[in-house]
């Protein structure tokens, strides 16, 4: 099984932002030491808890510290940004580490209404023609003139490099067509709705268009997992996690609890149900309990690769949650 990492930068209690980055580079550096296939940096507005607000930044940093991973987002948001200059970012990023740049769209703001309105300079945010913009964003990438009148009179600087590979992001399987129609590969975020289905997987591959970004079908399904050496010490290091998603679920963003202090935290009966139902989003165990449903569900569903979101407290445990999975499903490598 190919075994990838999304990186939110989290930035928990007792944590400054630059040392957040610092960790998310120290990260990358081990995965690409141990084998993932890919390292990929989501995008996030107006919050103090990540700091993964200019992913395309912070890869370009990871491409040139790191030797063989695929590095890139996951993932540009799309509303906020002109065609032409996502486009000349990734051309940019691929001439200078040819094979190793991942372009992943998504089409949420990655932020609260605030953010998207400041992102947008005040005025109407393009929600509507995402689709028309990711073509638009191919036909720059490709060194040809976009049939998007906004662009028809442009190129995309540096001119005709090796492409980046392209990615859609999706969480609710609307957007499996529309990987499949453009030619790119599908990304299923499972750890924010844990919704996949066969249904969903089986479009993208029966509708697939080879393109020169994606010759053949690939998807990506992301989990977010706790994994520790002990079933115990898993559940231990869970908790903040859980707990930070209750929060979000109420619209607050707080920093992330420690390990101690989330066992201090006051739940109510109806917070431990919850917490209880959304473990279908969170795998939380030892590395054999997290490997088997990784393995279960690749079977069950048909995917290529697993990424992986670990955003515990504590920068140890989450390095150590990643080798742990590394040393059950890499071993091969």
């Known amino acids: 099984m190919k075994l990838s990492i999304l990186d ?8 400054t932002p630059q040392q957040a980055l610092h960790n998310s580079v120290a990260l990358a550096k081990m995965a690409d030491d141990i084998g993932y296939e890919r390292f990929w940096l989501a995008e ?9 607000s200019a992913p395309e930044i912070t890869a370009s940093f990871i491409a040139a510290q790191t030797n063989r991973i695929h590095v ?9 940004y002109s065609a032409l200059k996502i486009a000349e970012q990734f051309n940019t990023l691929s001439a200078l580490a040819p094979g190793r740049i991942d372009l992943g769209l998504g089409r949420a703001p990655g932020g609260d209404y605030a953010a998207t309105f400041a992102l947008a ?27 998007d009148q906004a662009y028809s009179q442009v190129i995309a600087t540096p001119f005709k490099v090796a492409p980046a590979s392209m ?3 999706g969480s609710t399987g609307q957007s499996a067509a529309k990987a499949a129609d453009y030619g790119v590969g599908y990304s299923f975020a499972q750890f924010f709705s844990g919704q996949a289905t066969q249904e969903i997987f089986q479009i993208y591959r029966d509708r697939f268009i080879p393109t020169m970004f ?45 390990s101690e202090q989330a066992q201090e935290y006051p739940l109510s009966e109806m917070d431990k149900m919850q ?36 955003n515990q407290s504590s920068f140890e445990h989450r390095l150590e949650s990643y080798q742990l999975l590394a040393q059950q499903l890499l071993t091969s490598k």
Do not use: C
Not at 9 to 15: A, E, K, S, Y
């Open 214 to 258: 994606m010759e053949k079908p690939q998807i990506i399904v992301s989990y977010a997992a706790t994994v520790a050496p002990t079933e115990e010490e898993a559940e231990f290091r869970a908790l903040p996690i859980d707990i930070s998603r209750l929060w979000l679920m109420r619209g607050e963003m707080q920093p992330a609890l420690t």
């Open 275 to 310: 917490i209880e139902h959304n473990r279908k989003l969170h795998l939380v165990g030892t590395k054999e309990q997290v490997a088997e449903k990784l393995l279960q569900d690749q079977e069950t569903y048909g995917f290529d690769e697993v990424m992986i979101n670990s």
């Open 121 to 147: 300079q005040g005025k109407r945010p393009y929600v509507d023609e995402q689709y028309q913009k990711l073509e638009a964003i191919q036909h720059l990438m490709a060194g040809e003139k976009s049939e």
């Open 72 to 80: 890139g987002t996951g993932g540009i948001m799309m509303m906020h």
């Open 8 to 15: 939110q930068i989290p930035v928990p209690n007792g944590l």
């Open 167 to 169: 990615w859609l992001l």
């Open 44 to 52: 996030h507005h107006s919050t103090r808890t990540l700091a993964s």
